[in-house]
């Protein structure tokens, strides 16, 4: 079984680390005390899972320390163990905390303190440092300080060898009378086209209809329509990608929903169902409108 083992000082980007594996795929354990690592590594494996990634910080006390020999105990017994450990210098630490207004994990005194049950967040930081120092030559140490996040989950992805889950094209067609779909990302409107509606015999069928395609498919406006829309998704598609988006969601609206917009998300996610993991869904086909 692949494992991999997320670290490091809090505010350093474990959650970012965390979060992208599990988007690959990845069974994810957020803050594991290092006490069962190897029972709950055990299990998984038994249970069938090949990739697991597991979240230790500091929590875990003076335990920390047995992070060592545990790694070399999994590897003994065949997992293919991964440690990234993630810091960052100080300052970045205390500009994340006054921006998120979150407390840091030690803050109160967890694991105990001698004196004071409470500390400043700089105070936790460095005690931090200190707890966690013994493992920081583990594994692979990554400095996050100046990282934007996507940055980081490249980076984490190129570690640990992971392949990103393919975007998700998905493609719409809504009626304007209703509304706008509101997790649209790029919205196209195809009332300037012309309106199979006012054929009375196309009148009641679908863009989803052969006599439906066939009249819009003789149209110019109507295939350069679909050709502009194409090739801004060709140019600008891997730009999206960059961005780790999981989905995007093309919607393209006509009056009633029902010809033009469905004949257009038809035609385009053909095109690129060739290359893309490609979704489609029609707002407006479960109900017949007696209106364009």
Not at 241 to 268: D, F, K, P
């Amino acid at each position: 079984m692949r494992v991999v083992l997320i670290t490091g000082i809090s505010g350093s980007g474990k959650s970012v680390a965390i979060n992208v594996l599990e988007d690959d795929g990845y069974f994810c354990i957020d803050n594991l005390p290092v006490r069962f690592l190897q029972d709950v590594i055990g299990s998984l494996s038994e249970a069938g899972h090949e990739r697991v990634a597991v979240s230790i910080d500091a929590r875990s006390g003076a335990s920390v320390t047995d992070l060592r020999v545990m790694v070399a105990g999994l590897g003994r017994s065949g997992h293919d163990v991964k440690v990234i450990f993630l810091n960052a210098r100080t300052d970045t630490l205390l500009q994340r905390y006054s921006e998120t207004r979150r407390r840091h994990p030690l803050a109160t005194g967890n694991p105990p303190m001698q004196g004071d049950k409470t500390a400043t967040l700089a105070e936790s930081i460095e005690r931090e440092r200190d707890l966690m120092s013994a493992i920081e030559d583990l594994g692979v140490s990554i400095d996050t300080s100046d990282l934007h996040p996507n940055v980081l989950r490249q980076w984490v992805r190129d570690v640990v060898g992971a392949q990103r889950a393919p975007l998700t094209l998905l493609f719409v067609s809504f009626a304007y009378k209703l509304g706008v779909p509101l997790d649209a990302d790029l919205v196209f409107d195809a009332r300037c086209l012309p309106n199979p509606y006012y054929t009375s015999e196309l009148r009641p069928l679908t863009g989803l209809d052969e006599p439906v395609a066939e009249f819009l498919r003789e149209i110019p406006s109507v295939q350069r329509f679909i050709d502009h829309i194409g090739n801004f998704l060709h140019s600008w598609l891997p730009f999206y990608v960059q961005e780790n988006r999981s989905y995007l969601t093309l919607a393209i609206g006509c009056t009633g929903g029902q010809h033009r917009s469905v004949y257009c998300i038809e035609e385009l996610a053909r095109r690129f169902r060739r290359t893309e993991h490609v979704l489609v869904r029609h707002r407006s086909l479960t109900q017949r409108r007696n209106a364009p």
